[in-house]
């Protein structure tokens, strides 16, 4: 079996030709979707996702600034500058990119942010709102993998879903939204005592561990359905996921690649989320 390749490029392309009619109308109505994004310090990799975020933004029609914040900001700066986000109302969905420098307490800062303007979705009363199955923002990576399952017509239902990972941003949450898609779910991660003896039986492999190419063909079980988060830079710069994409595709039914894959839908999923915040919550 040769696996299709489920583009996660074609499919944000798609979504955001869609979102692009959302604003339209959103603006017609006198409502401009804003999106503020608070990067603090200069750590490269952050100020290019940001890059990406208000590109991506501004090709869809939703406006967007980035606050520009030096390494040395107090916590109480930040916060307060996010209280004053939360009380702008021209601002409808506020991103803090993460990292944060060290002496600033991460999970108070997602804390401060108002759950009504919790893009990320990273919020606990978002969590809490998505593991009851409420309305809510839903984080982005992990929702950009169901979407990419739905773009195929991947049936969860009673699939045994494989989670390689347990961070709070990809591995637990998106074991949640398959639970809600009624996927039967199994997380593992570095304690794991017999990875292989669990990932074999996964209808479907969602592999989120950052080293390249952990994941091997004798991993999958024969017409599975692989979802690559990992994002590694190999020594000659190259990007490469979490799987051997090459061995992995002779015997999967879909595999999404890296570049390409899960990167762009999450990004889409961002866009996805301000346009909500922009419409309201129910
Ligand atoms: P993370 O917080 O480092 O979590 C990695 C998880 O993998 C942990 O739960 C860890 O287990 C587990 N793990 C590590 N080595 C393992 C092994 N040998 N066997 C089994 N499990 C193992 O990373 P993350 O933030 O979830 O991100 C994961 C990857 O996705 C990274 O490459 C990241 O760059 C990428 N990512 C991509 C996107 C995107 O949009 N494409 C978005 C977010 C993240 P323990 O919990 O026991 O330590």
């Given at each position: 079996?040769?696996?299709?390749?489920?583009?996660?490029?074609?499919?944000?392309?798609?979504?955001?030709?869609?979102?692009?009619?959302?604003?339209?109308?959103?603006?017609?109505?006198?409502?401009?979707?804003?999106?503020?994004?608070?990067?603090?310090?200069?750590?490269?990799?952050?100020?290019?996702?940001?890059?990406?975020?208000?590109?991506?933004?501004?090709?869809?029609?939703?406006?967007?600034?980035?606050?520009?914040?030096?390494?040395?900001?107090?916590?109480?700066?930040?916060?307060?500058?996010?209280?004053?986000?939360?009380?702008?109302?021209?601002?409808?969905?506020?991103?803090?990119?993460?990292?944060?420098?060290?002496?600033?307490?991460?999970?108070?800062?997602?804390?401060?942010?108002?759950?009504?303007?919790?893009?990320?979705?990273?919020?606990?009363?978002?969590?809490?709102?998505?593991?009851?199955?409420?309305?809510?923002?839903?984080?982005?990576?992990?929702?950009?993998?169901?979407?990419?399952?739905?773009?195929?017509?991947?049936?969860?239902?009673?699939?045994?879903?494989?989670?390689?990972?347990?961070?709070?941003?990809?591995?637990?949450?998106?074991?949640?939204?398959?639970?809600?898609?009624?996927?039967?779910?199994?997380?593992?991660?570095?304690?794991?005592?017999?990875?292989?003896?669990?990932?074999?039986?996964?209808?479907?492999?969602?592999?989120?561990?950052?080293?390249p190419?952990?994941?091997?063909?004798?991993?999958?079980?024969?017409?599975?359905?692989?979802?690559?988060?990992?994002?590694n830079r190999l020594e000659n710069g190259k990007l490469t996921?979490?799987?051997?994409?090459?061995?992995?595709?002779?015997?999967?039914?879909?595999?999404?690649?890296v570049p390409?894959?899960?990167?762009?839908?999450?990004?889409?999923?961002?866009?996805?989320?301000?346009?909500?915040?922009?419409?309201?919550?129910?």
């Amino acid at each position: 079996m040769v696996a299709e390749i489920i583009s996660g490029k074609e499919l944000a392309q798609k979504l955001r030709e869609d979102m692009k009619v959302e604003v339209d109308r959103l603006r017609e109505a006198h409502i401009v979707p804003h999106l503020t994004v608070v990067l603090v310090g200069d750590d490269p990799a952050s100020r290019s996702y940001v890059r990406g975020k208000e590109k991506a933004s501004r090709e869809t029609g939703i406006s967007s600034d980035v606050i520009e914040l030096p390494t040395s900001t107090t916590e109480e700066d930040l916060l307060k500058t996010i209280h004053q986000l939360n009380e702008d109302e021209n601002v409808h969905g506020i991103l803090v990119q993460l990292p944060l420098p060290d002496h600033i307490r991460e999970q108070l800062v997602i804390e401060t942010i108002s759950p009504d303007k919790d893009v990320d979705g990273f919020h606990p009363i978002s969590i809490g709102r998505m593991m009851t199955g409420q309305d809510t923002f839903l984080p982005c990576t992990p929702h950009g993998i169901i979407q990419m399952l739905k773009s195929k017509n991947i049936s969860m239902t009673g699939k045994h879903a494989v989670i390689i990972g347990r961070s709070n941003i990809v591995g637990k949450p998106v074991g949640q939204l398959l639970l809600n898609e009624h996927a039967t779910v199994t997380y593992c991660h570095s304690k794991t005592k017999d990875l292989k003896a669990l990932t074999t039986q996964a209808d479907i492999l969602i592999a989120a561990v950052g080293k390249p190419n952990v994941i091997k063909a004798d991993h999958i079980k024969e017409g599975a359905a692989v979802i690559d988060v990992g994002v590694n830079r190999l020594e000659n710069g190259k990007l490469t996921g979490d799987v051997d994409f090459e061995a992995v595709k002779e015997k999967a039914s879909y595999i999404t690649p890296v570049p390409g894959g899960v990167g762009p839908m999450t990004i889409t999923m961002l866009l996805k989320n301000t346009i909500k915040a922009a419409e309201g919550l129910d």
